[in-house]
């Protein structure tokens, strides 16, 4: 019997883990969000201009469409990893350079956040003013900033990063944004920074829009607008957020129905054990 009771309660607790991390929320509106996907091919861009050339005005002529709240561009959408950067804070004690900390960032365009119905909690996000001219800029989500400043105010600090072994000028930070998911753990949120795309441009983007209509109404407008571009330029993985973010649960869901079928039937034994 007392078996039987143990069995029952580690089912419950499974099952609930399993709920909890499916119901776990995203950080952002997932609603109405149509993505797509380019990769510009290096000798038709071959420079950092070049490259912020052409995502400046597919985003204004995304933004100019029937339909579209607001455009921009993100190096990975929620859900995926970002990538793993170097650095140190102003101030901070000179960490041992054989183990600097590290932290996931990503590279966003001009009204990321807008598009994705995330507000600032702390100054502003970034804008067409955060280019290459400008100082150079950064943002930090709410779980960086309460591990490193829990008591003061992160906006107007500076910080920098380390690549290849090569100090980079320092980094005002001008925000604070809501936490977003961005990890492979639905339930968990991750220090994180965001970058200016102006500054630090790259060629393998994601493009995002959000919609006063169905998204997937406008699916064949966001490639004709990248034809007129460039007619020789693939589009990928075109669909809406929701969908992107399910595909990404895909591994996990069917791994929870396996683990939920087991615990059904861990359950039913447990029932009828305890009942005989």
């Not at 490259?51 to 561009?73: K, M, N």
């Amino acid at each position: 019997m007392a078996t039987a009771v143990v069995l029952l309660v580690g089912t419950v607790l499974v099952v609930r883990t399993l709920v909890k991390s499916y119901q776990s929320p995203v950080g952002v509106r997932t609603a109405n969000v149509l993505t797509m996907h380019l990769d510009l091919p290096a000798k038709k861009y071959p420079r950092p201009d070049d490259t912020i050339s052409f995502y400046e005005r597919l985003q204004a002529r995304l933004q100019a469409l029937p339909g579209v709240e607001a455009a921009s561009v993100a190096s990975s959408l929620p859900g995926q990893d970002g990538m793993d950067m170097v650095y140190e804070l102003e101030g901070a004690r000179p960490p041992d350079t054989r183990r600097r900390p590290q932290v996931r960032g990503l590279v966003v365009g001009a009204a990321y956040f807008h598009t994705m119905g995330v507000r600032p909690l702390v100054g502003r996000e970034f804008a067409g003013t955060d280019n290459g001219a400008g100082a150079p800029a950064a943002i930090v989500n709410q779980s960086f900033a309460a591990k490193y400043w829990p008591e003061g105010h992160p906006a107007g600090r500076r910080m920098r990063l380390i690549e290849e072994g090569a100090v980079q000028p320092w980094l005002t930070l001008v925000g604070v944004v809501p936490d977003i998911w961005q990890n492979d753990q639905r339930h968990a949120f991750e220090p994180l920074i965001y970058l200016p795309f102006s500054q630090k441009p790259g060629p393998d983007m994601s493009v995002l829009a959000r919609t006063r209509v169905p998204p997937a109404t406008l699916g064949q407008a966001f490639r004709r607008e990248v034809q007129a571009l460039d007619d020789d330029l693939p589009v990928f993985a075109l669909r809406t957020l929701e969908e992107d973010i399910g595909l990404h649960d895909a591994d996990a869901r069917a791994l929870g129905i396996m683990f939920g079928i087991f615990t059904a039937i861990a359950m039913l034994l447990a029932v009828v054990g305890l009942y005989g």
